[in-house]
């Protein structure tokens, strides 16, 4: 299972290397989504800096929606997904493996972000582990889930409206916890229990969708 | 058999009709108004029901998403009824919603406010129609149908994530006000309040399978339909 993960997210990010649609499509939307923050709440320093943390954590949620679109639009050309499906590699290799290669994109364009919020809102990032570890786990959560519902959605004419409708009310506890966790660590939020809850809430969502990834991504892909 | 409705759904719409209307006379007149909310507290008649309603027919969506999936029972009754009760549930969610904003307004102040329960609701609104947009989209049936039952599933799954992000999030809406652990109910409120809103939730969940019955006939219908142009080679 574990080699045939490895295939596929190496074969995605294979595609991406040489199409490059994330570093010259998506990087510069997600900047693009930053400057707009700004204009859209006044380029006061001090609000912008507040509210860092929740328009890093919005910015990555739409980032993760294009990254889950490309991820299943490769596999639709000269029915690729029919070869997937003929393979013989195991759906639950496959499901890690394109979640993976979503997940390390996903690292990537946080990494951007970040160093935009530092620049544009004047943020500094302080509590270093407890930013890491939301995003490790924010991260993991929505590459998976949004691996889950992009196979729900590829091949469907209307996938692109689809796949946001459905996969953002669901994200909704990511985008919660992930935020508050980050207020925690900045300093911007009010005052609280602490990060744990909200970085335990990650987990718990990563688990849940990793789980019934590996479970049911078979099925789904069978019928897709 | 003409018409949609078969004699259960006239007897459960007959009944359905006999309890609101009760609940509506009870409601609005034989009830005493409240020391605090005065004629506001009406609004308890029919909320709280609506917004049960609402959640059983999601639970109702996610146990038949469930039996479709398993192979033992998988029949494609349990994918329509898992559909009709969704549409239904919409229904409901989307009163809860409004009938809450009616209340929020005088009480609150404001017509909606992020508190837990209420984005809950929102949420859950939302996932569900999703859901019915993914049923309407898909031409392909039993992609249809299992894409869907997945949905339905993970979509009730998420409910229990959703509730703790929330609920930690904020709180404002009061907790349950009749049902408390340490006093039995008759306690808490006046004995014809309590009438009013057993009537109210009996109203409500007769209201439901009337909807349900009368969708899902109609669900059957459209398949025998589908299935007779098939023959014919339309």
Same mark, same amino acid.
């Given at each position: ?27 510069? =939307? ?6 707009? =923050? ?23 949620? =739409? ?42 994109? +996903? ?23 407890? +930013? ?84 049911? =991504? ?7 | ?22 609940? !509506? ?62 549409? !239904? ?146």
């Amino acid at each position: 299972m574990l080699r045939d993960a490895l295939l596929v997210a190496g074969k995605d990010l294979r595609i991406e290397r040489r199409s490059r649609v994330t570093t010259n499509q998506v990087a510069p =939307f997600a900047v693009v989504v930053l400057v707009l =923050f700004a204009f859209a709440l006044d380029p006061d320093r001090g609000l912008l800096t507040r509210a860092a943390a929740g328009l890093f954590w919005v910015a990555v949620l =739409f980032c993760a929606i294009l990254a889950v679109q490309r991820s299943f639009s490769v596999e639709s050309a000269d029915g690729a997904r029919d070869g997937l499906r003929l393979s013989g590699l195991d759906p639950a290799g496959i499901f890690l493996g394109k979640a993976g290669a979503v997940a390390l994109q +996903l690292v990537a364009l946080e990494a951007l972000l970040a160093a935009g919020v530092v620049l544009l809102y004047g943020t500094d990032l302080r509590g270093g582990v407890v +930013l890491l570890a939301t995003c490790a786990a924010a991260t993991i959560g929505l590459a998976a889930s949004g691996t889950v519902y992009g196979v729900l959605s590829a091949g469907l004419r209307v996938r692109e409206t689809l796949l946001p409708l459905l996969l953002l009310p669901v994200a909704a506890p990511v985008l919660l916890s992930a935020t508050r966790a980050w207020e925690v660590a900045l300093g911007t939020g009010g005052a609280g229990d602490g990060a744990g809850p909200w970085l335990r809430l990650l987990v718990i969502f990563a688990v849940v969708y990793v789980a019934f990834g590996v479970v049911a =991504f078979g099925a789904l892909l069978e019928e897709a | 058999m003409k018409g949609t409705a078969t004699t259960l759904t006239r007897v459960l719409g007959f009944c359905a009709l006999v309890t609101l209307a009760g609940t !509506v006379v009870l409601g609005l007149w034989t009830t005493p108004p409240d020391v605090v909310q005065g004629e506001l507290v009406r609004l308890i008649y029919i909320h709280p029901a609506i917004a049960t309603m609402g959640e059983v027919a999601f639970g109702v969506t996610a146990l038949a998403s469930l039996l479709y999936l398993w192979r033992r029972t998988r029949d494609r009754r349990w994918d329509l009824l898992a559909g009709v009760s969704a549409e !239904v549930g919409v229904v409901f969610a989307s009163l809860t919603l409004v009938t809450g904003s009616i209340w929020g307004r005088p009480t609150w102040g404001v017509w909606w406010t992020w508190d837990a329960r209420l984005t809950l609701t929102a949420i859950l609104l939302l996932i569900y129609t999703g859901y019915l947009m993914l049923r309407s989209l898909i031409e392909d049936e039993s992609r249809a149908a299992s894409a869907a039952a997945v949905l339905g599933i993970i979509g009730f799954l998420d409910i229990p994530l959703i509730h703790m992000s929330v609920y930690w999030w904020r709180t404002l809406h009061q907790p349950p006000s009749i049902l408390q652990p340490n006093k039995p109910p008759w306690e808490n409120v006046h004995p014809s309040m309590l009438t009013a809103l057993a009537i109210s939730f009996a109203g409500f969940l007769l209201l439901y399978f009337y909807l349900l019955s009368l969708r899902y006939r109609l669900g059957e219908m459209r398949e025998k339909i589908k299935a007779r142009r098939l023959e014919r080679g339309v």
